[in-house]
């Protein structure tokens, strides 16, 4: 499989056997279109306005965390017994969102899916800037900030160590083990193409900066079999990542006694949900930077279209693990168990669950019509209503299940403080601008990956 210039309005019939691919003069001017982006004295104006209000979001979550520091927990709106809510909600939410660049950029690399060159860097930045947002959020819903680094398994003079048992040290160990690796891999990819700018680079400190992070990169046969070498060890290493990570997120939950928690289904659930908002975010993130940057040519419908395609999965899956929910609930003859789900459907966080089900579940099946998922502003309004839906579903679950509990007496409503709305939008606030940099000051496209997919030599009508 190749990448396939299609313009918005183009579609691929999946019987073709003759398939369109970057012709000669378009492979020339890959590193001409990828390196533009950087190299340009001024970004696009909406480039501006975005950086501007992603900045103010970014700047009003760490003033809410300062505030949160200064003042205490009790400035969120956890209570008795809600006592985890709005930051563990966020938390599932963001670590989640990073599945998608590990699935794209590992598995797919692993089964030789050629179409993933054009979605994949960005897929992996995401990947790392979700991660970064999710790591905040453990950390200040403890309370007492300034001693979290005791959560780290570190040899100390107090002979203390942190409870192994406890879910809150496995979250640790995961986050932290998962960035390290999405950096490394993430990073190693775009070793060639940082050399690429550093070369082109004008300006000194430009080569200065580019030339230390691309280690002395060449391009000899060596370095590429060494490359090629470690860039698939990366991803061997990366791909049990995707399955084990938000295992262990999901075992937060699953080992507790909690109705509505205590199953068995949660780590596959939690795995199948964690890559659907993944790759919904890609969605979202890649409609609007091919048309600002000009990426059609290397993001194409085709990308889109796949990707549309692993969300059409990964819903249904959802949607199963929702149904075999209710059928456990009702099968088990737990009359706990039972009313946890009675009470998300029609409790009084019902409207969150019924939304759930409205984003998660049916918008997503207008992508079986072809016309839905090549039409751009379409996939991109799917794509955020199932963002919003995954986020709903953290919501349902954690709440719900916590605001009521095993006796009547001891149940309780959640309602989010200013604190709590201000984290949430400063997250995102803190996401987008680290992607914005990234796509400012870094090759959003793997433009040595690209090439590799393009075929030397074509008809003269550009059909292989």
Request: aromatic fraction near 16%; hydrophobic fraction near 55%.
């Amino acid at each position: 499989m190749s990448i396939l210039p299609l313009d918005d309005n183009m579609t691929q019939e999946p019987t073709r056997r003759a398939r369109l691919v970057v012709g000669p003069a378009d492979a020339a001017s890959i590193t001409e279109t990828v390196c533009a982006i950087t190299e340009r004295p001024r970004p696009p104006a909406a480039w501006y306005a975005a950086f501007a209000m992603s900045a103010a979001a970014t700047g009003m979550l760490f003033a809410a965390i300062g505030y949160l520091i200064a003042t205490g927990v009790g400035v969120l709106g956890n209570n008795s017994p809600v006592f985890w809510a709005w930051p563990i909600v966020n938390f599932v939410f963001w670590i989640g969102i990073g599945h998608a660049g590990t699935l794209i950029s590992a598995i797919l690399f692993l089964f030789r899916q050629r179409w993933r060159t054009g979605i994949n860097r960005f897929a992996e930045a995401m990947t790392v800037f979700a991660v970064a947002c999710a790591g905040i959020f453990p950390a200040v819903h403890v309370g007492r900030v300034w001693v979290v680094y005791w959560l780290a398994p570190y040899p100390n003079q107090m002979g203390v160590w942190p409870n192994f048992r406890s879910p809150l040290l496995w979250d640790v160990v995961a986050i932290s083990t998962y960035g390290t690796v999405s950096v490394l891999f993430w990073y190693l990819g775009m070793i060639p193409d940082l050399a690429t700018l550093r070369d082109r680079a004008i300006s000194w400190w430009r080569r200065i900066v580019y030339g230390l992070f691309a280690l002395g990169w060449r391009g000899s046969a060596a370095q590429w079999h060494r490359f090629e070498w470690a860039y698939l060890l990366l991803a061997a290493l990366a791909t049990p990542l995707v399955l084990s990570v938000h295992s262990v997120v999901s075992f937060d939950f699953a080992v507790s006694q909690l109705p509505g928690w205590h199953s068995t289904i949660f780590p596959p659930y939690f795995v199948a949900g964690a890559i659907f908002s993944g790759c919904a975010m890609v969605v979202t993130l890649a409609v609007p930077a091919r048309s600002l940057f000009g990426l059609k040519s290397l993001i194409t419908m085709r990308h889109l279209d796949n990707m549309n395609r692993l969300i059409l999965g990964t819903s249904l899956l959802v949607a199963y693990a929702y149904l075999i929910e209710l059928f456990m609930a009702w099968y088990g003859g737990n009359q706990y168990e039972a009313f946890a789900q009675l009470n998300r459907a029609l409790g009084p966080y019902a409207w969150a669950y019924w939304l759930m089900v409205a984003c998660n579940v049916l918008a997503p099946q207008l992508f079986w019509f072809p016309k839905c998922r090549t039409t751009p502003w379409l996939m991109w309004v799917i794509a955020v209503l199932v963002n919003v839906g995954m986020w709903l579903e953290r919501f349902v679950i954690i709440v719900a299940s916590l605001g009521r509990d095993f006796l009547p007496s001891s149940w309780g409503m959640f309602r989010p403080t200013a604190v709590d709305v201000m984290m949430l939008a400063g997250s995102f606030g803190l996401f987008c601008t680290l992607f914005l940099l990234f796509c400012r000051y870094l090759p959003m496209v793997a433009m040595a990956e690209v090439k590799g997919v393009v075929p030397p030599h074509l008809g003269s009508n550009g059909v292989q």
